[in-house]
């Protein structure tokens, strides 16, 4: 089973911040089918990114999705009020595994 | 409007059974491949099961195999999960999820409310 771990647990920053959210895998993900989530409280998580690097619909171009291999990184160029939540990423190319989940909170 | 709506939760003894639904509607869900998808309490995101477009191909977590079957029926736009031989470690928030795709392992685009299930004497 891939293990995903998600770094940092907690991410402090301020609203127009650039947050950068790492995702590191235990073994090479196969053609970089990685995606990425957002949960807010009470809520189902919601779908960002997939494929690495695609948006998913309706989702904006202030998130954007990189990495391959192990090394995969979300990064939100500029946070807006919506955008404090808890982001998971997540692996399909063996079987379905979940990161721990980053929480990114209001500094 | 794309709407997956769970039901089936509640309360139950250890041992005990439960079988969850997913009522399905504003796509052509025999198009699609899905999902459930658990979170216990205050915990992050477990996939539970995953089922093709036809259901020829069922995929279960090791930590239900043997205990959980999901199936689906497509004439009724319904996913389901069949919950026996129930465990506190079970009691969770469980959603059923739409995947992108007709394949198994996709990711998945359209999720429930979830409904909660709670593993207790």
Redesign the interface.
């Known amino acids: 089973e891939i293990v995903l771990t998600q770094s940092p647990g907690t991410l402090s920053l301020s609203p127009g911040e650039r947050a950068t959210l790492s995702c590191r895998a235990s073994q090479s993900v196969s053609s970089g ?1 990685l ?1 990425w ?1 957002q ?1 807010k409280p009470g809520q ?4 960002l990114i ?1 494929g690495e690097s695609n948006r ?2 309706g989702i904006p171009d202030r998130f954007s999705g990189s990495g391959s291999g192990t090394d995969f990184t979300l990064t939100i160029s500029s946070l807006e009020p919506e955008d404090f939540a808890v982001y ?1 990423c ?1 692996q ?2 063996s ?7 980053t929480k990114v909170e209001i500094k | 409007e794309v709407q997956l709506v769970e039901s089936g939760g509640g309360l139950v003894q250890p041992g005990g059974s439960l079988r969850l639904s997913c009522a399905v509607s504003g796509v052509t869900f025999s198009n699609y491949a899905m ?1 459930w ?1 658990r979170q216990a309490p205050g915990k ?4 539970v099961a ?1 089922i093709s477009d036809s259901a020829g191909s069922t ?1 279960h977590a090791d930590s239900v195999k043997g205990r959980f079957t999901i199936s689906r029926d497509n004439s009724k736009n319904m996913l389901y999960l069949q919950m026996n031989s129930l465990r506190a470690e079970d009691t969770a928030i469980y ?1 059923c999820a739409k995947k ?1 795709t007709v394949v198994v ?5 359209i ?4 409904t909660v299930v709670t593993v207790s004497s």
Request: glycine share 20%; aromatic share 24%.
């Open positions: 089918y995606a989530y949960q189902a998580p919601r779908l997939y998913a619909t998971y997540q399909y190319g079987s379905l595994t979940f990161g721990g989940g | 999902s998808v992050g995101l477990e996939w995953g995929y959603y992108t392992t996709a990711p998945m685009d999720w429930g409310q979830g």
